[in-house]
C-alpha cells in the first residue's frame, strides 16, 4: 500500500513537469504588425555582395551593393503571415516573398532577443519551409545585423 502511494506521487510530478516544461517551450503568437515593425530597418553583412538590406514596415525591401545606398540591386516585397516569439524571446516569422527579377519563394527568419541579428532561410522554387534548417538542399541562408 506505501509503496502505490509513492509511485502515485511520482506519477504525478513527473505529469507536472512535463506538462510545465511543454508549456515553457510552446510559441507565443504576436501580431504580424509588430512583427513587421520589428524587421524594418537597416540590415548589415559587409562579407555579402549585397552588404545592405533596407527593409520597410509595409514589407517593401531593398538589397544594395553598398551601404551608402547608391547601387540597388534588387527589390521587392516580403509579406509576413505567421509570427511568434518563443520562449527564449527570439522572434520568429514565415513570409512569402516576390522580388524585382522575377524570385518568388518563402522565408522562415528570427530576429535575436535584442533585435539586433536578422537570420533567415529562404527558397527561391516556392516552396514552403517547415523547419529551420540550415544547409539543407534548395534553402538559403543568411545574417544581417542591425545598422543604426
Known amino acids: 500500500m506505501q509503496t502505490r502511494r509513492i509511485v502515485l506521487i511520482l506519477i504525478l510530478v513527473l505529469a507536472v513537469l512535463i506538462i510545465a516544461g511543454s508549456c515553457a517551450t510552446r510559441k507565443k503568437a504576436i501580431s504580424i504588425e509588430e512583427a513587421s515593425e520589428i524587421r524594418s530597418g537597416k540590415w548589415v553583412n559587409e562579407s555579402y555582395t549585397d552588404p545592405l538590406v533596407v527593409v520597410y514596415p509595409d514589407g517593401r525591401f531593398e538589397q544594395y551593393y553598398d551601404l551608402q545606398q547608391e547601387r540597388l540591386a534588387v527589390s521587392g516585397i516580403s509579406e509576413i503571415y505567421e509570427s511568434w516569439r518563443d520562449s527564449e524571446g527570439v522572434l520568429w516569422y514565415r513570409a512569402h516573398y516576390q522580388n524585382s527579377v522575377g524570385w518568388?519563394?518563402?522565408?522562415l527568419g528570427k530576429i535575436s532577443n535584442s533585435g539586433n541579428t536578422l537570420e533567415g532561410i529562404e527558397t527561391t522554387n516556392n516552396q514552403i519551409i517547415d523547419e529551420?534548417?540550415?544547409?539543407?538542399?534548395?534553402?538559403n541562408y543568411g545574417i544581417w545585423y542591425r545598422h543604426e
Open 104 to 107: 518568388e519563394g518563402y522565408v
Open 132 to 139: 529551420w534548417k540550415i544547409g539543407k538542399v534548395g534553402y
